[in-house]
């Protein structure tokens, strides 16, 4: 699953829920790391689009992502980085 609004404000940021057989984990992809994830620049999202969601949206996805941890006031999160899809 993805957020519906892949870009704001010319920036990167939407949240993904990795899937697998142990449970689920949402992960929030920002910035340059989303630039790196989605092997584009969020001006040039628009043009690859189509194929940016449904590979978002199917299996040809990386079957081992790097993911780090933080806090924000008491809560934690769980952020994508060093990623790449090819699109």
Do not use: H, W
Not at 24 to 30: D, E, M, Q, S
Not at 40 to 62: F, G, H, M, V
Not at 68 to 80: D, G, I, M, P
Request: proline fraction near 3%; charged fraction near 30%.
């Amino acid at each position: 699953d993805y957020g519906k609004e892949l870009v704001k404000d010319g920036v990167f940021r939407f949240q993904m829920t990795l899937r697998d057989s142990s449970g689920t984990l949402p992960v929030i992809v920002y910035g340059e790391d989303g630039q790196k994830f989605m092997a584009c620049y969020p001006d040039t999202l628009e043009q690859k689009n189509r194929e940016a969601l449904e590979k978002l949206k199917s299996s040809a996805l990386p079957n081992q992502y790097l993911i780090k941890s933080y806090y924000v006031k008491n809560e934690r999160r769980f952020r994508l980085f060093d990623t790449v899809i090819v699109l």
